[in-house]
């Protein structure tokens, strides 16, 4: 049972950090060195401040030795809740020792005369430092010693078996998740439907109606390029196409394919051009004259794009759409952009060129490195300390699950993050037209994690302002992912709506309206009355200009 519970807490805790689909910039290897060399040199440059620091540590030191200390980790840090850490002294000691250098080297950089940036660098390089040293991640974790004896020997032999897997096949990071416990298909991505339609860059699922009448307007689905659609459909229990087909809407989503170098010079327009192609099919099988959108992170980029690229054609396609967890407005300040400059941007931007695409694993490993307790060591010591297996869990099988991005819509991203282009009419063109966000005039409803340290609300807000119409803002309490897997039921779930619009973030919560369970319920009734008329659902997928090929999960979903 406590193994099962573990297991539990470690999926649950990673699922709150992962990778958000922001295929941005990376922390350069020389950039952290050259932090770490600033961090050296700044002992030398300010030698009283350091001094000053150094006896303070020296005093917390004897505290500590004396049993003086009434140092003991933040409420939120899980790696010392064994009681042995609390209750037996040397364990204290040893647990305090650790606290008290770790809050004495963050206050010495944090006070010295270093700029603002250079502080937020040094902070980031100290607490890799620091959390790799941590004494939870070391042989003498008295969870790891009372393994060691319950299984006489046997955890340490499985630790290292399990590490010498994790160095040949996961690229010596710790596996996050048991990726032999699911199957696409078969486990994952279960909801009746078919492939009605298929390009070059993507495949289109439509979803079996499970009510006898639908609303005539269809949902059509636009998943982020950097991870595959079926977050949209994990288990029964939480999958986004399912809820849709079960409360009378016809249900699409996207799944875009996995590129190779040979597509390297696919670009945002070449993405625009192909949804545009779903979105004609969508129509000619429904038989409707427009349709509601989702957008999901960089997908909800994609989106907006569209109807950007839609208004200037003065097409109106679509009715309403709706924005998960997308950032428009790229004025972001977290760790993700303390690195992001010019010269980093650009070596980004070169090495996808090199290598014709960006590896999704790749930036998976970047992200895992800035958020390193839930990401990293975690689960060093549940794999090679306890020897236990890997969680057995779908968000993390999925998020493990990554696909490529082409080098051209890298560049784009980078580009975009750089230059901010959504923000000001005509700076971004697509597809032949420029983008002004303010005439895209249909309904929008935005959601945002209030917990989400990928896409912060805040930013979500931001970006929602810049879109010409009528705006829904709901916030759900989760971080990144649970924002989005937010399936009624669940007595912990909360979020706000009804904010004042008129002002900035802050304001829009102190006047916003807090509700229990989920907001699907919330969304599907806004959906409803934008759905039109009811009419029969339709008994078979597709029709004859587009029947269906194949059943979901389709083809392109399985591409590696």
């Not at 020389?30 to 600033?38: G, Q």
């Not at 160095?167 to 492939?195: D, K, W, Y």
């Not at 060591?377 to 993390?396: A, H, M, R, S, T």
């Amino acid at each position: 049972m406590g193994d099962k519970t573990n297991n539990e807490n470690l999926a649950n805790k990673a699922s709150e950090h992962i990778l958000g689909p922001n295929p941005v910039v990376g922390v350069p290897a020389r950039d952290l060195i050259s932090t770490a060399r600033m961090v050296l040199r700044q002992t030398v440059k300010q030698p009283v401040h350091s001094l000053r620091h150094i006896g303070r540590l020296g005093l917390a030191f004897t505290d500590v030795m004396l049993g003086r200390s009434q140092l003991a980790p933040s409420a939120d840090d899980r790696r010392f809740v064994d009681p042995t850490w609390s209750q037996n002294p040397l364990y204290r000691r040893y647990m305090q020792t650790y606290l008290a250098w770790r809050k004495e080297l963050n206050s010495w950089i944090t006070s010295s005369d270093l700029s603002a940036q250079d502080i937020s660098r040094a902070q980031f390089v100290i607490a890799l430092m620091t959390e790799a040293m941590s004494p939870t991640n070391t042989a003498l974790n008295p969870a790891a010693l009372k393994r060691f004896f319950e299984t006489g020997g046997k955890s340490i032999m499985d630790g290292l078996t399990h590490m010498a897997k994790d160095i040949a096949h996961n690229g010596g990071m710790p596996s996050q998740v048991n990726m032999n416990a699911f199957e696409v298909g078969g486990n994952l991505a279960t909801t009746r439907g078919s492939v009605i339609f298929r390009n070059e860059v993507l495949e289109l699922i439509q979803y079996k109606p499970l009510t006898e009448e639908v609303y005539e307007r269809p949902v059509l689905v636009v998943p982020p390029q950097i991870n595959k659609f079926y977050v949209f459909d994990l288990s029964p229990d939480k999958s986004l196409a399912r809820y849709l087909v079960s409360n009378h809407m016809q249900g699409f989503v996207v799944s875009w394919r996995n590129p190779t170098k040979s597509h390297r010079e696919w670009g945002l327009s070449t993405y625009i051009d192909a949804l545009k192609e779903a979105v004609d099919v969508v129509l000619d099988v429904t038989g409707s004259k427009d349709l509601s959108m989702l957008g999901a992170c960089s997908g909800g980029i994609t989106t907006v794009s569209l109807l950007g690229h839609y208004a200037a054609l003065k097409e109106k396609k679509v009715h309403s759409y709706t924005l998960l967890v997308s950032v428009l407005d790229t004025e972001l300040k977290t760790q993700v952009a303390l690195f992001a400059d010019e010269r980093s941007i650009e070596a980004a931007r070169r090495m996808s060129y090199q290598s014709g695409v960006l590896e999704g694993r790749d930036m998976a490993r970047i992200f895992a490195w800035m958020r390193p307790n839930d990401l990293i060591w975690n689960y060093w010591v549940n794999n090679y300390l306890l020897g236990n297996e890997p969680p057995v869990f779908d968000i993390l099988f999925w998020n493990n699950d990554t696909t490529r991005l082409p080098a051209a819509l890298h560049g784009e991203f980078l580009e975009m993050f750089k230059t901010n282009p959504l923000t000001r009419p005509g700076a971004l063109e697509v597809s032949g037209t420029p983008i002004d966000l303010k005439q895209v005039k249909s309904d929008l409803f935005v959601i945002a994690g209030l917990n989400d340290h990928i896409t912060p609300w805040e930013a979500c807000y931001k970006s929602a302002m810049l879109m010409g119409g009528k705006c829904e803002f709901v916030l759900s309490s989760s971080g990144h992912i649970q924002s989005i897997l937010n399936p009624p039921g669940n007595p912990k779930a909360r979020f706000f709506t009804g904010g004042d619009l008129s002002g900035d973030a802050k304001q829009w919560l102190e006047t916003a309206t807090k509700q229990s369970d989920s907001w699907w319920q919330y969304w599907r009734d806004w959906l409803h009355t934008r759905g039109g008329k009811r009419k029969p659902a339709p008994t078979v997928l597709g029709n004859e200009n587009y029947p269906a090929l194949e059943p979901a999960p389709g083809t392109y979903v399985h591409e590696r």
